[in-house]
């Protein structure tokens, strides 16, 4: 893998075997954790079973947990950032995460047939079960939220930051094999096996994370200052402010990373609904096409992130974004059957890994490392708030549209928005210090 002799991460130090020790161990978890965010998907075909619209799917399964990321989000990262127990500051919340997590997905996994229990007529079954879905998916996406925050803030705690782009080029292998695993295999399954594969794939997940929490060592954290412990609720939540956004320079990286997010939207929502209800493909070639984006992603993963440790994420996170507004461009005319849905995804799968392999060691270079977990809430916060705002008009905007194709101008529209937000970053990097000499600006010092 080419790595350091001796890696440090905070008080931690690592030789080459310890490191690779502690990759396996975070990668072995980070598996099962990839693998449940496919359970989003597996959702959206439970809803759309039921004949829930399209609007109604934006709200739950985009605006909801985006309002209770918003409301939840800083109070966890916060804590957790203040947080010293003997097993670290993040794992705790990782192991209340997965319990709850699993609890929600294992009940809604079995709720239809608790549905037609306790009724006494069809009709009584499917409203019944239409509950059921709607509580234990949102509370998944609430319980989630514990383990999606905190195992990113974990990596940039014990992951040294020399090596964090190639340890984040693991990571997305691991999410590209997810995606072939679940697209060519799994996602079929839910046609007729939808129980056991949500069943399968929780405690898939309890395991590996299991083997995440027991296998991974955190280090020593600097006691937390006894006038921030003795503050008031209103004081620390004027101070957190003051932190977080009186500084233009992490403004505008909240506004970029905002705005990319809202991009998404349509495709997360609509993409799978775009090939199989527009171009007139089945599950079974959809999964083959995205298990083959999978791969290539899976090939391209290790190369992008020593890019990333060679150049600056900043600028291979901008090239990406780049590349996705040209390839939406040219999908949104060009697609019109199987070959050209299929060289499309190709082309956006190569633009989107290149994005996805920045996102994190960009926020790790950039932020404040004392106090990542706070400056991370405060990201998810600006983006928690705009997807609140866009995911129900996500949803409104294709229906009035009438075609799901719609989605290639959403992304292309608000990934433009986010280039220009990211030149703005660029501007304020260089003024901090730049490649060599750059110092995370703190509000004392603005």
């Known amino acids: 893998m080419n790595m350091p002799a001796i890696s440090r991460a905070g008080s931690l130090t690592y030789n080459r075997s310890q490191l690779a020790r502690l990759f396996l161990w975070l990668l072995t978890g980070s598996f099962g954790y990839c693998l449940l965010a496919n359970v989003t998907t597996l959702i959206s075909l439970s809803m759309k079973e039921l004949g829930c619209s399209?609007?109604?799917?934006?709200?739950?399964?985009?605006?909801?947990?985006?309002?209770?990321?918003?409301?939840?989000?800083?109070?966890?990262?916060?804590?957790?950032?203040?947080?010293?127990?003997?097993?670290?500051?993040?794992?705790?919340?990782?192991?209340?995460?997965?319990?709850?997590?699993?609890?929600?997905?294992?009940?809604?996994?079995?709720?239809?047939?608790?549905?037609?229990?306790i009724s006494g007529s069809a009709e009584e079954a499917y409203h019944w079960q239409l509950g059921f879905l709607i509580v234990f998916s949102v509370g998944f996406q609430v319980c989630f939220l514990l383990i999606a925050t905190t195992i990113y803030y974990l990596f940039v705690d014990v992951?040294?930051?020399?090596?964090?782009?190639?340890?984040?080029?693991?990571?997305?292998?691991?999410?590209s094999a997810v995606g072939i695993l679940f697209s060519f295999f799994l996602l079929k399954l839910s046609q007729s096996h939808m129980a056991w594969l949500y069943t399968g794939i929780t405690a898939f997940f309890v395991v590996t994370m299991m083997i995440l929490l027991l296998g991974v060592k955190e280090g020593e954290y600097a006691p937390v200052a006894p006038a921030v412990r003795e503050r008031s609720p209103l004081e620390k939540a004027r101070l957190y402010m003051?932190?977080?956004?009186?500084?233009?320079?992490?403004?505008?990286?909240?506004?970029?990373?905002?705005?990319?997010?809202?991009?998404?939207?349509?495709?997360?929502?609509?993409g799978l609904y775009f090939a199989r209800d527009t171009l007139g493909l089945d599950l079974e070639v959809i999964g083959n096409i995205?298990?083959?984006?999978?791969?290539?992603?899976?090939?391209?993963?290790?190369?992008?992130?020593?890019?990333?440790?060679?150049?600056?994420?900043?600028?291979?996170?901008?090239?990406?974004g780049a590349a996705i507004v040209l390839v939406n461009l040219l999908s949104f005319f060009w697609i019109s059957g199987l070959v050209t849905y299929a060289v499309s995804s190709v082309l956006l799968t190569v633009a989107y890994v290149v994005q996805l392999s920045a996102g994190l060691p960009l926020t790790a270079a950039l932020f404040?490392?004392?106090?990542?977990?706070?400056?991370?809430?405060?990201?998810?916060i600006f983006c928690a708030l705009m997807m609140i705002l866009f995911n129900a008009a996500a949803g409104k905007?294709?229906?009035?549209?009438g075609s799901y194709r719609f989605l290639y101008a959403w992304d292309f529209v608000f990934t433009l928005l986010a280039l220009a937000a990211l030149g703005r970053v660029f501007v304020l990097w260089k003024q901090y210090g730049g490649d060599h000499h750059y110092v995370a600006p703190e509000s004392d010092q603005v």
């Open 397 to 401: 905007l294709t229906d009035l549209f």
């Open 54 to 117: 399209n609007s109604l799917m934006g709200v739950m399964l985009g605006s909801m947990p985006a309002a209770v990321n918003f409301i939840f989000n800083p109070w966890i990262s916060t804590r957790s950032d203040r947080t010293r127990t003997a097993w670290g500051r993040r794992k705790p919340y990782l192991f209340i995460g997965m319990c709850l997590s699993a609890a929600c997905i294992l009940l809604l996994a079995w709720s239809p047939r608790l549905a037609f229990r």
């Open 368 to 380: 404040p490392r004392s106090k990542y977990g706070q400056f991370g809430s405060a990201q998810a």
């Open 159 to 175: 992951v040294p930051q020399a090596v964090l782009g190639r340890f984040m080029a693991f990571f997305n292998m691991c999410g």
């Open 242 to 270: 003051r932190e977080c956004f009186s500084i233009p320079f992490y403004f505008w990286i909240f506004f970029a990373m905002g705005v990319n997010g809202v991009s998404n939207i349509c495709r997360s929502l609509f």
């Open 290 to 320: 995205n298990g083959f984006t999978s791969l290539l992603g899976f090939a391209l993963a290790y190369p992008l992130g020593y890019l990333n440790d060679r150049f600056h994420p900043l600028r291979v996170f901008f090239w990406g």
